[in-house]
């Protein structure tokens, strides 16, 4: 590995065009990426996302499509000696040109005016019109068959409410907590990889309608954008507004491999002023997302590579959009190494609060409360991680049942498959603090910018407030778990005869 800041670019001479663009095939590939010439020959096989999304770039300059997905700096792990040297400007207009994307077309469909988005699976229907099929995909695939993410989306509707009436319930307030700061609504922005494929805008973006509306934002190790630039956005945004917004950002770590850099991105993560880490536990390696895999076989047969091996990202640990969106250029970003005594020396390096993202099951819950941590987060990764995971509603049950006394001890945080304000309320009886909403905020982003991230929080924000009163509570801390019928996924649970049901 090199620094490219290491190396004196002025003994180097400048490169033809004319000579990069006939590096165009897998004996040899150059390509171009910020105004410097790469050879990336032998990092081919090694790319997380398959050698095919190179190749595609191949004696062109890549720079537009790499920071789609990657910070520029990422360069820097390219292996050593690829650097060859800067390109000649005089000479860019004999680069190749950009080859096409493969099946990649838009819908002929037009976008809705925004206005006609009333519920979160509106936001979808607007994405798929105007995201790149690669970029949909992304977004939208999951685990396997798709049975985590389905029974996600299906578990929500298994639970009814019980409601009260007759009470008053003109006014309501809908504000939560996460940690000691207030936010407008008890949901919050899940940490989503590679925004820059959604939206040109990338994280920024997302960043100003979750400032607008006063929502916090987990933000993603995987993101497009530095942790710095995304918290300069969010300053900025703040001092548009006098600083008003309740809004703050939190940090979704990505432990990498080399304990070394795993350090150094926990302090980065605090000079910027992150207000909390989010370590994801669900990732020793990436699942397997069946639609990625599809479209990347696709885009290896249009450039002439007829069957490309995982093994490469699934055994050298990757990122959330390593197969679809082309990876990052950073092996050992995933660390299947992990274990509960990781947590010590993280929490020699962060002093903040520390929420663990991922927990499944009744017995890490206790666990993670027995390590120490602040939070949990019942998540199976919206469904994109292990096939027929539970849902995070069944594991909170089963939280009810096996290790009710974590309650209230440790904050419980949960995601996956949240379509409707309504049901927020749903895991807020049973115990949770507080929701994380994923792909609805990633779809209205990619069709509307800032202005669908805002429009997305109204959505949930009008259905909560609405659930509110028909449910006969004024304040979030009035909801109890009595206010539902959760008998279906019970009847469901797991219940073996070491465990003493407490319900
Ligand atoms: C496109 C996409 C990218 C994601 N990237 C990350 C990530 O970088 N880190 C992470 O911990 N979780 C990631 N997740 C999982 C979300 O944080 C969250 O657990 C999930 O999206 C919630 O389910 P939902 O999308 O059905 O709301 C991602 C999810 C999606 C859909």
Redesign the pocket.
Known sequence: MYRRQDIDLSNMNSIDGADVAKHNSTKSCWIVLDSNVYNVTSFLQKHPGGAAIILKQAGTDATKEFEKYHPLDYVNDLPAGSLLGPIDPNTLGKLSKQKAPVSNTKSSEELPHISLCVSCPDFKRAAKVVLPRKSYV??STSANTGLS?QT??ADWGRINFRPRVMRNVGDVDTRRSIFGHPAMYPFYI?????LGAIHAGAEPEMVRGAVRKGTHM?V???STKSPKDIMQSYVDEQKRLDNKSPTRLFY?Y?MPVDRKKAIELIRIVKECGYQGL?I?VD?PLLGKRTLDRVLQAEEALAVGVEEETTAEWETGGE???APAMGGRAVAGQLSPYTTWEDLEWIRKNWDGPIVL??IQCAEDAKLAQQYGVDGILL?N????QLHTAPSALMTLCEIRTYCPEIIGKIEIFV????RDGSDVLKALCLGATAV?????F?YALGAYGTKGVERCVEVLAEELSIGMRLLGVTALDQLKPEMVNATRLLNEMWRPESFRSRL
Not at 190 to 194: D, I
Not at 415 to 418: I, K, R
């Open positions: 992304y977004a993410l996600n989306l899940a940490p989503m990889g590679t987990i993603s190790t995987a979704q990505y989010w994801t990732t990122n959330e959009f993202k991922g998540s990764h919206g469904g994109r995601d996956g498959g949240l994380g909403v994923g792909r609805p990633m």
